[in-house]
Nanobody, 127 residues
Framework: QVQLVESGGGLVQAGGSLRLSCAAS????????MGWFRQTPGKEREFVAA????????YYADSVKGRCTISRDNAKNTVFLQMYSLKPEDTAVYYC????????????????????WGQGTQVTVSS
């Protein structure tokens, strides 16, 4: 059974930092490209960051570029999202997602590209 479990969310003041983790199980993690998305009530799910299965390529949404770093540890089946200089508008439920990738350098930025999702972790940034 494929499972993604996010952790690391919480309440933080504006300007603070958080590191989200997503632990994967039930899949050959190194064969999967990974992504982070976020969603607030009443809004569409929004792409945040993506990383290739090798970890060699990454892509960020303009809204977080320069304030986030996505990384992965294939030995630990985990992908991370380090967020800096958090803003109140970063408040959302953050989801990680996985998709099988034949090309080690590809990343994916559309939600429809992913077929496995975690349950989400809440990030709240207070002003």
């Amino acid at each position: 059974q494929v499972q993604l479990v996010e952790s690391g969310g919480g309440l933080v003041q504006a300007g603070g930092s958080l590191r989200l983790s997503c632990a994967a199980s039930g899949l050959t993690f190194s064969m999967y490209a990974m992504g982070w998305f976020r969603q607030t009530p009443g809004k569409e799910r929004e792409f945040v960051a993506a990383i290739s299965r090798s970890g060699g390529s990454a892509y960020y949404a303009d809204s977080v570029k320069g304030r986030c770093t996505i990384s992965r540890d294939n030995a630990k089946n985990t992908v991370f999202l380090q967020m800096y200089s958090l803003k109140p508008e970063d408040t959302a439920v953050y989801y990680c997602a996985a998709t099988h990738a034949w090309n080690g350098n590809n990343y994916y930025i559309r939600g429809s590209d992913y077929n496995t999702w975690g349950q989400g972790t809440q990030v709240t940034v207070s002003s």
